[in-house]
Structure formats: C-alpha cells, structure tokens
C-alpha cells in the first residue's frame, strides 16, 4: 500500500527566508504528484503537478522536484511571506484517481 | 469558469441518523472524487465516480456510499452516523479525458460533525 510521508510536520520561519518541504512515497509506481496548499478550515488549493516523466515544476516563487525512483519531492519557496502561512500537503496519483495524501507541513512565517 | 461547489458547507447531525453531502464539479469535468480528513487520519480517499460509475473505491465501509449523476453532479451518502464519521469532506473533479494524471481541482469541503 502507498505510504506517504512529510517531514517536518511543522515549520516556523521567519519572513523572507528560503525554505524546503520534503515529500517521501513509498511506491515509485505513480502518475503524478502534486503539491496543495490548505488554509484552516477551508479545501485544497493546487499549487504544483508534476507528471511521473518530469522533474520539476516552477510556479512563481514556488519550484517543486521529482525523483521518482527514490521516491521523493521537494518544495521549494522562495522568500516566505507571511500569507504563506498555511499546511502543505503532498500527494500521489495512483491507479485510478486515488490520491494518496501525507500528513502535511504547517507552516508559520513570522513578519 | 465557476470551482467545485459542495453543500451543504455546514451540517450537525446525531449518531444513528444518515446524511447525504452534494458536489458539483467544474462545468466539463467527468470525474468527481471524494476524500475524508480527519486530525486522527488525515486526507483518505472515499471513492471516485466517472460517467456514472463507481470506479474506485477506498477503505471504507458500506454505510458509506455515493452516486454521480449524467450531469456530472455527485452525492454522498452516510447512514447510520457515527461519532467517528466527524470530519471535513472534500470533493475533487477532474478532466479525465485521457488514462490518468490529469490535476483534481478541490472544493471547500462540507464540515460535518456528528454529536
């Protein structure tokens, strides 16, 4: 069964500083990932996709890799801003539509 | 284009009663998943739909159950409502015009809370 991880299950930077979340899937036999953003109390936002052929995907100040074999992803955000203040999730699209969700990276940037 | 709207968003019900939540996904999209988060579990996948049809289903039991109707509109039904069964259901559509990977767009989720 698919085993999704994140690490670190908190974050707490302070505002401008470049940070990683980390991504780790225990089976390499996916579609995609894709990484989504989730305000309190409110659904999922999408913020990067990448397909099983690529290796990275780059939206603004975000940039997320793929390493399929090994199993990994990164995101990667530049200079936080405190509206980037949410908990992150990775997932992993296997067989027919089923996401496979960690438990996701709560992320503080303070002013 | 309009999102993926769910409703109720809001919902209080007691143990032993049944609920039925409702999603209707993004004009063209064929497609509709549901997913259950809880602070115990996380995000699990419920089932899919595609034109109709129930075509994946997670780990869940029978008292959970759902329906995709020939405009694409979904419902989910539980019945029997446990204390457990509190959690944010969420629903996702997709284009799914090809085998896969195509990105799911989220709704904001129906809260229910079973007392």
């Known amino acids: 069964k698919q085993e999704v991880t994140q690490i670190p299950a908190a974050l707490s930077v302070p505002e401008g500083e470049n940070l990683v979340l980390n991504c780790s899937f225990t089976?390499?036999?996916?579609?995609?990932l894709q990484w989504f953003r989730q305000d309190p109390g409110k659904g999922l936002t999408s913020l990067l996709l990448i397909q099983s052929s690529q290796r990275e995907q780059t939206s603004g100040r975000l940039n997320a890799s793929l390493d399929k074999s090994s199993g990994r992803s990164t995101l990667y955000i530049a200079a936080s801003q405190p509206g980037d203040s949410a908990t992150y999730l990775c997932?992993?699209?296997?067989?027919?539509?089923?996401?496979?969700f960690g438990t996701g990276t709560r992320l503080t940037v303070i002013p | 284009k309009a999102g993926v709207t769910q409703t109720p968003r809001y919902l209080i019900k007691t143990r032993g009663q049944q609920v039925t939540l409702s999603c209707s996904p993004i004009?063209?999209?064929?497609?509709v998943s549901w997913y259950q988060q809880t602070p115990g579990q996380g995000l699990q996948f419920l089932f899919e739909y595609f034109s109709e049809t129930q075509r994946n289903k997670g780990n869940f039991p029978g008292r959970f159950s759902g329906r995709q109707f020939s405009n694409s509109r979904s419902e989910m039904n539980v019945s029997t409502l446990e204390l457990g069964d509190s959690a944010l259901y969420l629903c996702?559509?997709?284009?799914?015009?090809?085998?896969?990977?195509?990105?799911?767009?989220f709704g904001p989720g129906t809260r229910l809370t079973v007392l």
């Open positions: 089976d390499s036999a996916i579609y995609n």
């Open positions: 997932a992993v699209l296997t067989g027919a539509n089923n996401l496979f």
């Open positions: 004009s063209g999209h064929r497609s």
């Open positions: 996702a559509s997709s284009l799914q015009i090809g085998t896969g990977g195509d990105t799911q767009y």
